[in-house]
């Protein structure tokens, strides 16, 4: 398929995450237990997955870089840690908003909310270290094993809840026994999983063409000027 | 949750950020792309 095409379904996907909202906030019937403001949820679990999908995403950029030595990989890892870190902040903050009219807090350093918080270091300590730096052998090894590291983590945060004592609830999504769920929310809060994670995904596209582009120009300039 | 707190003002910063974060990378995104262009056709003319 083309530029343009896929272009057009990631605007599609954005205008249907729109959609997706107006429904959570407006449509779906509240909670039995907490309300109104579970409706966060729907944002913040969607945020969450991204963010974990992503880190699995830069363990794939991690190790084809470390295997190819391609520059593309690159391109890819870094745009991959952007939106990642993006999105994981949103994880954080979505949750610390829900946290507070529900614990009382804003925040607590629970096993999960620190696993979460760690993620977002690594993702900006990826960031600090490809851009301090020069293009070459030495940036893809040194991202590319931060780049396993962070994906390491991803498992950590989500069996945090299981192997320590948590504020935070234990997986009411994926758990033995089935989901504790209503399946109006289950359905609604997978497809907007899915959403998301899509759109995060044209987000990395999106960012990893720019920074190609950007590169491109500077190897043409350089040419000419050494012409 | 205390029965006495407002859930929206939460809810509507939630969305509020979230729709920032997503919307306001994806414009940024499309402003440096559009300014690449310009820039490649530059870089390609000489």
Redesign the interface.
Known sequence: MSFSIWNGLGRLLLVAVLYLWYQSIFVLPPDIHQGEVYRIIYLHVPAAFASFALAFGLLGTSLYGLATKSPGSEFASKAVAEIGFLFTLLTLVTGSIWGKPTWGVWWTWDARLTTTFILAVLYAGHLLLWSSLPPGLGRIKSTGILGILIAVDVPIIYKSVTWWRTLHQPPSMMREGGSTMAPEILSHLIVSIVALTLVSLYLVWRRADNLKTEWMIEVKTLNQLGA | ??MN?D??P??A???G???L???G??VL??L??KK??K??II??K?
């Open positions: 949750m205390g707190t859930p929206w939460y809810i910063s939630a969305y950020l979230g729709f974060a997503i919307y990378i994806y995104l499309m440096q792309s690449l262009k820039l490649k870089a390609e000489g």
